[in-house]
Structure formats: structure tokens, C-alpha cells
């Protein structure tokens, strides 16, 4: 006999079972229907019977005797009366319907004065906006009707706009993204300043959708992420805005989170990444994040441009083939990572010729993660030296050889990125308190949402490629050896380290890779 896959049994299981549970929600959704007068009845008479045996409870046990003398009295009184049971029933019955009813929400009649005052006042700003002196029936007028105009709306505990979806009339240029960004500033500072909007333009409705976005979880610290090799979690974002989520550790709970997940390696369309952000924006967390995650499956090189010393808890660990902080270390460390590019396309040209796998030290996924690199270029440029240019081969060919390059820098240097660097690090991260402008230089398009004055560290906008714009959250992954950092986060980014290589300690790592194995390949 046949066997059938396992699969296509689960899936017709699987719907034989949703079938099921639709048919049996149906039958209890009629009988509920059907039945309603009775349940209401029984709901009646179970109050009834609770207050009958509280008042009974409640009598003084002196008065109990009388009052059951009374009671009897009036059942013989009822009972000897023409009808007298059956009116009796009917009143019980009644009573019963009464008790047993469920009392109904009011409906809602609107916003209260001051709701409509803000409305209102929203509706008058708009007015120099969406209306011209040509329009012979305008949609915003002063003095005119708001609720032709406000499709629907809602208001927050403390009285400001939640929601709000308004039209506009249909000449409005909606396509001029100056033209948006006045309506978009105007409704920032009069629906509530201090929070973050999120703006959906319908061009083909002439709709447009105000929602105030909930502040991203920043209680999130660094652990180990669900992810298959080649995808690393560059932080979280809206649940709306990830078509997955991860469970992650909360302080011993556990819960799911949705991220934004990069994907490197051959396959990849965005091998490099550029993360972009103001001193204290998080750009270093974002990086020290990226090599604890690189560090599961690959090899980590680390340039710490600006000498901070922020990537100290890397040194030594397996894994880490290099931290470097000096100026000729850095320079040799990128030469390096030159050669090894090419070495590795060399060898695995080679070896599909001769029909064999690439080795296996070629398919080990190798990080370059190079921190403010304008730093470094003025520190070389007295020498004639361009670190930048070291890049390029690492990032033109970097896919092939399954080299990914991640680069931080700071909007203070955003001028001094080289070309190569700037083409082909299409994975974008803004950190900070950035502005729309400066966002959408990095991104290349602005973020749909309005900047917050105050964000905390690892905050800022995430774009993939051509993909949308995301909120972004780094997880916190603070320097384990800093005094400000706290016992939890530094006992999480230790455990998650690699254990220290025995032949080579921390603080005995000042020389540069050695590169003669690696030019000797190359020339081979």
C-alpha cells in the first residue's frame, strides 16, 4: 500500500480540524440565539434566589418565625384567588426577564467639549492647507463642518488625538513630499507634540491616517536569537511592520518580539551595512550586537577607528581574529582582510574548475566591522593613506567570498565616506535623535514617522535595501566593562561571549594579523 506523505496529512488533518471548530463555534453561536429568552429566564432566577437567601440571611433569627407566617399567608391568599397562580407566575417570570437582562453600552455620542475643541482647532489649522479661493463647495472652511472632513478619530487617556483619518479635497498636491511635510509638521505640533506620528498617505482615496505610535520596548538586552545561520537580528520594531516575530527574555519572562532581520551571505542582496548616528545614538551597541551574533557561525575583525577601546570584551575570544585600536594596526588588519578577499575568490574559482567543493575556510562567513572610519582617514592622510580604499574589495566582492563589511560612522563625517562605501552598504541604520533631513540622507528616503526630540540609546530607522522604513530598537548590549553598565547586561554580554583563546590573552594583543600566509595564497 502507498504511503502517503506526512505532510499532506497534517495539512488535510489540520483543515478537517479548523472545519470542525467553525461548524461547532456556528452551532453554539444559533443555539445561543434560540436559547437567549431562557438563558435570560435562568440568569433571573438565580438573582432572585441570591437575593431572596441574602435577605434571609439578613433577618434577625427573633423576626425569622413572623415573616415565614407572612410569607405562607399571602402563597394561601394567592393560591385561593380566581387565577391567582397564574398571575403569580407571570410576575415571576417578569421579574425574572428583568433581573436577567444584560444592560447595553450607550452608545457613543461623540467626543466631549474639550475633545471637539481640540477637533475643531485641528480643523481650523488645516484650513490654509487644503483650501483655495477657486473651490466653490470646500472641504475645510472656517467655520465649516469638521465632520465632513474627520472620517473618524480617537482620543488617549489624557484627552489628545490617538487616531485621527481625515480627507482632503482632491487638488491638494499629496505627490509633492514638501507639501506633505507642511501638513505633517502642522498636525505634529497641534495634535500633541512629544510623540511619535506615523502618516499613511491614500492617494487614491484622498485619505490621510494619523496614528500615534507606542514608544518600542527598550527593556530588551542582548541573548540569543532565533535565527538561522546567515540572518542576524538588528533590533525591533512594530509588530505591524515584521512579518515574524522571535521570543525573546524579559527579566525571566519570556514573550515575542518582532525584528528586523538581516540577511548575509551568498544569496544576499544587501551583503554590507552602514549605520549611521549621533555621539551616544547607539551605533557601537548596534556593532558590539552585530559581533556577538557574526561570532556564532564566522570570524570577527574589529577596527575601532575612533580608539575608544568600546570593543575590548572581544579581544582574545575565539573567533576574534583581530580588535584592533592603533593606526597601523588598523591599516594592516584592512589590508588583510583585502588579501584574504581575494584569496578566498581564488580558491574557490579553483576548486569549481576542478569540480570540487570550495574549501571549507572559504565558506566560513568572515566580519569586517570597521568603527568611525573618518577618524581613522585623518589620522593616515599625513601618511598618503586611504583605510577607505582597503575597503573595496571586501565590498565589491565581499558577497562571493562571504565577507560582509559593517560600518558605523557619525553624521559629523557622513562627508568623508568614499564612494565604495557609500554604493554598497545598502543596508542603512540611522541611531539617534536624527533629523528628517539627516534620516533621509542616509536612508535615501525620510521615515514616515515624525521624529522624537528624546529617544534613548539604539533608537532610530532601519531600511533594507529598497524595503520601507523601519523603527528600529537595538538590543541593549552595553560595554561589559564599563563601570555605568549594569550587573544584569554585563553578566548577558559575557555569556554570550566565546571563551578566550589560550594563545592569546587581552591584553597581549598589539600586533597586527599575520599576512604572509595570506599574500603567499594570494600569490599562488
Known amino acids: 500500500m502507498a504511503r502517503r506523505p506526512l505532510t499532506r496529512i497534517l495539512d488535510r488533518g489540520t483543515a478537517s480540524i479548523a472545519r470542525s471548530r467553525e461548524l461547532a463555534r456556528s452551532a453554539a453561536d444559533s443555539a445561543t440565539d434560540v436559547f437567549h429568552p431562557l438563558i435570560s429566564l435562568s440568569r433571573g432566577l438565580r438573582k432572585l434566589a441570591a437575593l431572596a437567601r441574602a435577605r434571609w440571611a439578613a433577618t434577625p433569627k427573633e423576626r425569622r418565625g413572623p415573616t415565614l407566617f407572612v410569607a405562607a399567608a399571602c402563597v394561601l391568599v394567592v393560591a385561593l384567588i380566581p387565577y391567582g397562580p397564574l398571575l403569580a407566575m407571570i410576575a415571576l ?50 467655520g465649516g463642518d469638521r465632520d465632513r472632513a474627520f472620517v473618524a478619530h480617537s482620543f488617549d487617556d489624557d484627552g489628545r488625538v490617538g487616531a485621527l483619518t481625515l480627507r482632503y479635497p ?63 537580528v538588528l533590533g525591533f520594531t512594530d509588530a505591524d511592520a515584521s512579518p515574524r516575530t522571535v521570543p525573546v527574555a524579559d527579566g525571566g519572562e519570556g514573550r515575542d518580539a518582532p525584528p528586523v532581520v538581516w540577511r548575509t551571505g551568498p544569496r544576499s542582496t544587501e551583503p554590507h551595512l552602514l549605520a549611521v548616528g549621533h555621539p551616544g545614538g547607539g551605533a557601537t551597541t548596534l556593532l558590539r550586537s552585530v559581533a556577538i551574533q557574526a561570532l556564532q557561525h564566522g570570524d570577527v575583525v574589529v577596527v575601532d577607528g575612533g580608539g575608544t577601546g568600546e570593543y575590548a570584551c572581544l579581544t582574545g575570544r575565539r573567533g576574534v581574529l583581530a ?84 560600518v558605523a560612522e557619525q553624521f559629523d563625517c557622513l562627508d568623508g565616506l568614499s564612494e565604495a562605501v557609500r554604493s554598497h552598504t545598502r543596508v542603512r541604520v540611522v541611531l539617534g535623535a536624527a533629523s528628517a533631513r539627516e534620516a533621509e540622507a542616509v536612508l535615501g528616503v525620510p521615515p514616515h514617522t515624525t521624529p522624537t526630540g528624546q529617544v534613548p540609546p539604539g533608537r532610530g530607522y ?55 600566509p595570506v599574500a603567499a595564497a594570494v600569490e599562488a
Not at 102 to 108: E, L, S
Request: proline share 10%; hydrophobic share 40%.
Open 170 to 232: 482632491a487638488y491638494f498636491a499629496d505627490g509633492d513630499p514638501a507639501e506633505r511635510a507642511r501638513v505633517e509638521q502642522l498636525l505634529h505640533a497641534k495634535a500633541g507634540r512629544g510623540r511619535e506620528y506615523r502618516f499613511d498617505w491614500d492617494e487614491e482615496s484622498n485619505q490621510l491616517a494619523v496614528t500615534v505610535l507606542p514608544a518600542l520596548p527598550t527593556d530588551i538586552a542582548a541573548q540569543r536569537f532565533v535565527t538561522t545561520p546567515g540572518e542576524t
Open 93 to 142: 417570570m417578569g421579574a425574572a426577564a428583568w433581573a436577567g437582562r444584560q444592560p447595553r453600552t450607550p452608545a457613543d455620542t461623540g467626543p466631549d467639549p474639550a475633545q471637539g475643541e481640540r477637533l475643531q482647532a485641528l480643523y481650523e489649522a488645516l484650513v490654509p492647507y487644503f483650501s483655495v479661493a477657486e473651490d466653490p463647495d470646500p472641504l475645510y472652511a472656517h
Open 462 to 516: 532601519a531600511r533594507l535595501g529598497s524595503g520601507p522604513v523601519l523603527r528600529l530598537q537595538v538590543p541593549a548590549t552595553p560595554d561589559p566593562y564599563d563601570d555605568a553598565t549594569s550587573e544584569a547586561h554585563r553578566r548577558a554580554v559575557l555569556d554570550l561571549l566565546p571563551e578566550a583563546t589560550e594563545r592569546t590573552a587581552p591584553e597581549e594583543r598589539s600586533e597586527p594579523l599575520d599576512e604572509q
Open 323 to 406: 580588535v584592533e585600536c592603533g593606526l597601523s594596526g588598523a591599516l594592516a588588519t584592512l589590508e588583510w582582510a583585502a588579501h584574504e578577499t581575494e584569496r578566498r575568490l581564488i580558491a574557490q574559482n579553483r576548486a569549481r574548475q576542478a569540480g570540487h567543493t570550495p574549501p571549507e575556510d572559504t565558506r566560513r562567513p568572515l566580519w569586517v566591522l570597521l568603527d568611525r572610519p573618518g577618524v581613522l582617514a585623518d589620522l593616515a592622510g599625513a601618511d598618503g593613506r586611504d583605510p577607505q580604499a582597503l575597503l573595496q574589495v571586501p565590498l565589491r566582492h565581499g558577497r562571493a567570498a562571504n565577507v560582509t563589511v559593517v
